[in-house]
């Protein structure tokens, strides 16, 4: 099939956009989009095209929830590509391929798989250990081994971090090929009055959905910080500043620890940060110990961590015990969520809490950890509750804020020089005071 060559099995031509993500040759491609601008359909052509060049050929398209892959993704399939989907969500070709549609709670059925191919649909809704879980399957001779991503516009989230700022969550480089589009470039393909409708919408509404934004919006569960006024530029921490260490524990997501320090004043600094997946306890422990920061008065982490669910020479032991092991006592800490989420925003919007610009990972969960969002028709009866993906510092600032750490406390005694003529008339009144002395 030649670029630009309008599909046979849609009325639609294609876009520029959507030529480019179709036919490129990338490792990692992703389609970022507004309302209307024909990426699914450009994801679902790219899907078929490859299980059609491809004999044998097994791929695989993802949606995070089946509601929406049953209502949404299946429905576009049938309505663009036309091929039958049979009862196990396999469309199967002459050739040989097989196109498995697949939702999130089917990802352990499919971890020894061998795909030629994978796309994940409104990969937003995912979060980066699902694209590693997916590119580790990609390994089928008969195929491109192409990942491909679908989204809509976000925010600072994980496609950000990789397409836009080409590193990965633990800062490893990240080689992926980013094409932007919006509704304008699918003007030809919508309905007459359909961006006209789109303009009426609120302008933040207006800023994403139609024109691409990738500002963050509304549902950020710290709203109240601050990038100006929360974020400042590092500085020497005195000694004297009592200190906490906040750890969040992760084996394949990563374990997130921060290091605050608390000043004359009761303000927190969150001055250094370590952010790692994959490695071991005794890793991180040396990590923690090896900064070598003086006065902590406190290790906190999460308190599910004191369950003894790991074996060893026959005795159960918790994440706790472990780390206490490797020489480093973790406290079990305050895990009341919506209270320390209002304890950190309240923090934040005093100026009480500041964050060095050198913790990257740091500010950027924080300023895009947002609260989950409510399906349409669903009723909201219980409390809010944040998105469980891309928090790791966050929960760690939660652990710290909540154990209301003190205020330093400034020593104002005064050191006397030993010899000096101070420290002479001190020793002098000392023996008069100390009349034992005098008789012995």
Not at 39 to 62: D, F, I, Q, T
Not at 215 to 243: H, R
Not at 288 to 304: A, H, M, V
Not at 360 to 383: A, D, F, H, M, Y
Request: glycine residues 8%.
């Amino acid at each position: 099939m030649a670029q630009g060559q309008k599909i046979e099995q849609s009325p639609k031509t294609l876009n520029y956009p959507q030529d480019k993500f179709i036919f490129s040759d990338d490792e990692f491609i992703c389609i970022k989009g507004t309302w209307g601008c024909g990426k699914s359909m450009a994801g679902l052509l790219a899907a078929n095209r490859e299980c059609e060049e491809h004999p044998n050929n097994l791929y695989l398209v993802l949606r995070k929830e089946w509601v929406d892959l049953r209502d949404s993704t299946l429905h576009d399939w049938l309505n663009w590509i036309g091929r039958p989907i049979d009862g196990e969500k396999n469309v199967k070709y002459p050739n040989g391929s097989v196109l498995m549609f697949r939702h999130g709670d089917d990802l352990n059925s499919i971890k020894n798989i061998n795909l030629g191919g994978a796309l994940m649909e409104q990969a937003e809704e995912m979060c980066e250990d699902d694209l590693w879980f997916l590119k580790g399957r990609l390994r089928r001779q008969e195929g491109t081994r192409q990942l491909r991503l679908v989204c809509n516009y976000d925010g600072h989230n994980y496609i950000y971090r990789l397409f836009n700022e080409h590193k990965t969550q633990d800062d490893r480089p990240f080689n992926g090929r980013l094409i932007t589009t919006n509704t304008f470039d699918n003007a030809d393909n919508l309905p007459a009055d359909y961006i006209e409708g789109l303009k009426k919408l609120p302008k933040k509404l207006q800023e994403r959905y139609l024109y691409g934004s990738d500002a963050d919006m509304e549902g950020v569960v710290f709203d109240e910080f601050s990038m100006g006024a929360n974020v400042i530029d590092p500085f020497e921490i005195p000694v004297e500043w009592n200190k906490i260490v906040g750890l969040d524990h992760g084996i394949t997501n990563p374990t997130a620890v921060l290091f605050a320090a608390i000043d004359w004043d009761g303000n927190l600094y969150i001055f250094d940060e370590h952010y790692e997946a994959g490695k071991v306890i005794a890793y991180h422990a040396s990590i923690i110990k090896d900064r070598g920061y003086q006065n902590i008065k406190d290790y906190l982490i999460d308190p599910s961590c004191r369950a003894k669910v790991n074996a060893k020479a026959g005795q159960f032991y918790s994440i706790i015990d472990e780390y206490m092991d490797n020489g480093l006592n973790f406290t079990p800490a305050n895990n009341s969520l919506l209270a320390g989420i209002n304890r950190v925003n309240t923090g934040f919007k005093n100026r009480q809490i500041f964050i060095f610009k050198s913790c990257t990972n740091t500010i950027r969960e924080v300023s895009n950890w947002k609260w989950k969002k409510l399906k349409p028709g669903v009723q909201k009866n219980e409390p809010d509750e944040p998105e469980g993906k891309d928090d790791h510092t966050c929960d760690a600032l939660r652990y710290i804020v909540m154990s209301r750490p003190l205020t330093s406390i400034k020593d104002t005694s005064v050191v006397i020089e030993k010899g000096s003529v101070a420290w002479e008339m001190e020793q002098e009144e000392m023996m008069a005071k100390d009349w034992r002395r005098k008789y012995n």
